[in-house]
C-alpha cells in the first residue's frame, strides 16, 4: 500500500487543518488525540511519511521513540497518572484507522478506557489539559 498525502495526519503536518499541539522537533509532532480513550490521551507522529512501523526508517523510528519517552513523561506528571499505557497499531487489519504511524500514549489502562476513536472531546477541554502538558515537558 502507498503512502496517501491525504490522510488526516499528514494534513495536520502541513497546518492545513488544526491541532491541539503539545510538542513539535525537527522530526516529530505530538498533539492531543480529538477522540481520547482517557484524559491526557496524546499522540506522537513522526514527520516522515510512512503507514507503519514497518515502514519507517530506522532514524526516523529512534527519533519518535525519544519524543515518545518525553511526551509520556510530561503526561504522567500533567494527569499525575500512575501509570501510563503506549500503544500502535500497524495496518487496518490491527485497526489502525488513519494511515500514518503514530503512537498513543494515554494514561492509565487499556482495560476500563473509552473505546477506540469513539467519541469527540470538548475542544476547550482538550486546550486546558494540552497546557498542563505542555507544562510539565
Ligand atoms: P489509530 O486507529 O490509527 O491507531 O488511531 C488514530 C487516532 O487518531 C484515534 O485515536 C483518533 O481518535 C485520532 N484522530 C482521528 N482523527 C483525528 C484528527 O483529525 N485530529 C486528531 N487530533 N486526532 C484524530
Redesign the pocket.
Known sequence: MNYDDNN?FAK?LRNE?P?IKVFENETTLA?????PQAQGHT?VIPKEPAITIMDLSTSAAVDLIESVQVISRAVKKAMNAEGITLFQ?NGEAA????PHI?F?VMPGSILGAKH??STMADPVELESIAQKIRSAL
Open positions: 488526516i495536520i487543518i491541532c498533539f492531543m488525540d480529538i477522540m499522540l497499531l485497526g489502525q484507522t488513519v503514530h498513543h477506540h476513536a
